[in-house]
């Protein structure tokens, strides 16, 4: 998913034995692009290869991670008040199991609103530790979508028992999504995506101006009370 959009950009449905993260050696980005993941992810090689490419990444730091620091980068009063309690230079993979090494940046926040502490890694030498930080809080969106998707398209039950069955109800759900934020982007009144995929869901079948209804739900309702829309408008 793109930060700027709310939509995934890359798909890949992989049986449930099949570790994700497979997934991303498949992912081809443009120099300059900043790549977000979490801590799961730890491909040392594919890191150093997105290094090269000039792609940035922000992750969070394993438990089981080596690190060896080197030295501790200065950081401004804004950040130390928002929250940022050290910008550090380290080497990651530093022994014989992984003899891939990076020189990333370790930095260490902390949340006030959850009071926990966070440790991000990262290749980006520009931006600054509080960037980086929110950065990570993006994230989150890929985890909005699976809730989007779960709450408000049929994907508990399938129709039917076979790969192809399935296959075809979870594209039909992400085909239905993206017209519904195609919608609510583009409708005039202000709609949650629960109240617009609601709402949709229950006039398909009437004869109401669709269009019409989300942008002033009251007069549509109105004007088909007393006025029902003919089959054969003459």
Known sequence: ????????????????????????????????SILTFDKGYNNYKLLK????????????LRKAAILEFLEDRPLTDNQTSQGVRSDQWA????????????????????????????Q????NTTLSALTISNIYKRR??????FKRIKQNYPLRNFLG??????????????IAD???????????????????ASMIRLHL?????????LNCPEKTLHRARYAPPSLFPT
């Open 120 to 123: 991000f890694l990262t290749n």
């Open 49 to 60: 290869k997105w290094d090269g490419q000039g792609v940035s990444w922000v992750s969070r």
């Open 205 to 213: 079948m009437t004869y109401i101006n669709l269009w019409q209804f």
């Open 161 to 174: 028992d076979s790969e192809n069955a399935i296959r075809i109800q979870i594209w039909c759900a992400l």
């Open 140 to 145: 989150w969106q890929i985890e909005t979508l």
């Open 1 to 32: 998913m793109k930060a700027d959009e709310d939509i995934p950009q890359l798909v890949k449905l992989t049986p449930s034995a099949c570790a994700d993260t497979s997934f991303m050696e498949e992912i081809n980005l443009p120099k300059g």
């Open 91 to 118: 080497i990651l993979g530093h022994n014989h199991h992984k003899p891939t090494k990076l020189k990333v940046r370790l930095i260490t926040f902390f949340d006030k609103e959850k009071k926990r502490e966070f």
């Open 178 to 196: 993206l017209l519904l934020k195609v919608i609510q982007k583009q409708v005039k009144r202000h709609w949650g995506f629960v109240n617009l």
